[in-house]
């Protein structure tokens, strides 16, 4: 004899039913946060004027804060629309290398970023010399001296302008040679700029290129920077834009690894830095030189 017992038909159909709704059903959508990391002594006035306008101007929004590193960086899997950093929310330096690695960990979202300050001059200096390359997606303000409506206006466009920033492309004009998947070919070509994210890519007079077209690029860099496995970057991209000519494309950079990210964007460093010094350099070599008047002698 069967003791097991037996459910009502009815039941299991609605069972049934929920269990088919919840499979076919929208998946719940994550939450966006705008992250606030600014320590225990900060501004109340401003701290609070920040949630509160965040609260009702974006209720769409989550609001977190974190008040110490190790609680920023457990949150950086989540979706950010922005983050509103103290940059003496701990050792300044300490500070720049959390940014950094939020930018490096999620590089395709380009998160902005917001660094409040009591000292410019500080802030820039290290910034400078750990996150120049996302430069055009972060500002700053020197919150003593900035009114409570400036900072939320800032913070506003923080917000709304995170999809409109582009990673910054710098002028290379360099060759390289490429291999195009598609058409299972390897040819030379020029890089007209590139940036953190893609590049502009120029190839011979008789090539024809197609919308995501997939690419692999090898980058010499051996005048810049030293690798250790060899003269080149290779990285692999795929057509997001064909110009008029049809052998121009605008490429993004694609399934890049944490490795190939660091080298690109040490070798950004290293171009950017030695095109300032050229720069400079001809700026000085353009100014009249300094005539001593004689006095005193």
Do not use: W
């Not at 003791?3 to 929920?18: G, R, S, T, Y």
């Not at 949630?51 to 950086?76: I, W």
């Not at 000292?119 to 120049?132: N, Q, R, T, W």
């Not at 700029?193 to 997939?214: C, K, P, V, W």
């Amino acid at each position: 004899m069967n003791d097991a017992v037996k459910k009502d038909p009815a039941e299991e159909k609605i069972a049934q039913n929920k269990l088919e709704a919840y499979l076919q059903g929208p998946r719940k959508k994550r939450k966006n946060y705008v992250i606030l990391a600014l320590g225990d002594h900060f501004e109340y006035q401003i701290a609070s004027g920040i949630e509160n306008f965040v609260k009702k101007s974006y209720p769409a929004l989550a609001l977190s804060t974190a008040k110490t590193v190790d609680e920023l960086t457990r949150q950086f899997g989540r979706n950010i629309s922005l983050l509103v950093i103290n940059d003496s929310f701990a050792p300044r330096d300490e500070v720049m290398k959390v940014v950094k690695a939020l930018k490096e960990k999620r590089r395709d979202d380009n998160i902005p970023v917001i660094f409040l300050t009591k000292d410019a001059e500080a802030l820039i200096k290290s910034y400078h010399g750990e996150l120049l390359l996302y430069r055009e997606s972060d500002e700053y303000l020197v919150y003593p001296s900035t009114s409570l409506p400036q900072i939320l206006s800032r913070v506003k466009n923080g917000i709304d302008a995170k999809n409109r920033r582009k990673s910054r492309r710098y002028p290379v004009n360099m060759p390289v040679t490429y291999f195009h998947l598609t058409h299972d070919t390897k040819a030379d070509g020029r890089l007209i700029d590139l940036s953190m994210h893609g590049a502009l890519l120029t190839a011979g007079e008789n090539t024809i290129f197609r919308l995501g077209d997939q690419v692999k690029i090898s980058i010499p860099c051996s005048n810049f920077i030293h690798i250790a496995d060899g003269d080149f970057i290779k990285i692999s991209g795929r057509v997001r834009r064909v110009f008029i000519s049809g052998n121009q494309v605008a490429i993004s950079f694609e399934h890049v690894s944490e490795k190939q990210a660091q080298l690109i964007g040490q070798l950004l460093l290293a171009i950017v830095s030695r095109n300032f010094t050229a720069q400079t350099n001809r700026l000085k070599a353009q100014s009249p030189p300094v005539i001593s008047s004689g006095r005193g002698r």
